[in-house]
């Protein structure tokens, strides 16, 4: 008798134990398909709120580097919110999780104070719009048009065709040019004359020549004047007028027209040395 109730109190203690396990593994393993279910309904209304959000922004015709900056704001602030829920939903005190989350939050600060900085700068590039997306600019080292500006990098492209990430804190703590800002743009060239050449007729040749290029601006006029001089001759400043979107095109045409002009009409300009021999009187 003694060693048939050992077997069966041994029996139920299994029971037991197999009786808490499985209701364990139920409740935890009904937590888990509700957490799922959780993530995936609140990625999906995350997705549809910014997506709602940015469609309410558009209607009132609101800047494209706005809309993105918010939507990316959006949805990291209620993708954090959705993890502390869920972690709330198993028991978590989120409470201590806020100050864990603070507290690694300011040592990550520390170790990566560039990054917040990049964070803070791409702040003040939405609120100051120094530029904007589709814009040509210039700044931390790179040209090119704009792509996105993200909340630690702005997107550009450059000419050749790079995609290329600048800090924000690089853009904002260096100078900024931006080209498309203007109406219009100025292109810089130079034209070599010959000592010996005509210097007005060369002006009033350029004038009505690079006036009738295409996309050269009437106003303001075709400037070209004497810019200095050298051994050569005087050197004049060529400056048509074009809008930005067309700056190049002017730039290669009226260089040929320099070339076909002045190349005709008037004389090389050719380096002259004056060679003064002395006889040695005997």
Request: hydrophobic share 50%; charged share 15%.
């Amino acid at each position: 008798m003694d060693e048939t109730n050992i077997v069966n109190v041994g029996t139920e203690k299994v029971s037991a134990f197999m009786t808490m396990v499985t209701q364990y593994a139920t409740t935890f393993g009904i937590k888990i398909l509700v957490a799922i279910a959780f993530w995936v309904v609140g990625r999906w209304l995350i997705g549809f709120a910014v997506g709602l959000v940015q469609r309410s922004l558009e209607r009132q015709k609101v800047d494209p580097t706005v809309l993105r900056y918010v939507g990316s704001f959006i949805t990291v602030t209620l993708n954090i919110l959705l993890v502390v829920g869920i972690l709330g939903y198993f028991g978590i005190q989120t409470t201590s999780l806020a100050a864990l989350i603070a507290a690694v939050g300011l040592a990550i600060g520390m170790a990566w104070s560039g990054l917040l900085a990049n964070l803070a700068a791409g702040g003040f590039i939405i609120v100051l719009r120094p530029f904007k997306v589709g814009d040509f600019i210039s700044a931390g080292g790179v040209t090119g048009t704009v792509k996105e500006i993200g909340l630690f990098a702005t997107a550009i492209n450059t000419p050749d065709n790079v995609m290329t990430l600048v800090g924000n804190n690089k853009i904002f703590s260096d100078n900024i040019q931006n080209y498309t800002h203007n109406a219009f743009r100025r292109v810089e060239l130079k034209a070599q004359l010959s000592g010996a050449a005509d210097y007005q007729a060369a002006i009033a040749v350029l004038k009505q020549r690079i006036a009738a290029v295409p996309n050269v601006l009437s106003d303001p006029p075709v400037d070209v004047e004497i810019l200095e001089f050298n051994l050569v001759g005087p050197v004049l400043a060529v400056r048509p007028h074009c809008h930005n979107d067309n700056y190049w095109q002017v730039y290669f045409d009226t260089n040929r027209i320099i070339k076909d002009a002045l190349g005709a009409d008037f004389p090389a300009p050719m380096p002259a040395q004056t060679v003064i021999v002395q006889q040695a009187q005997g």
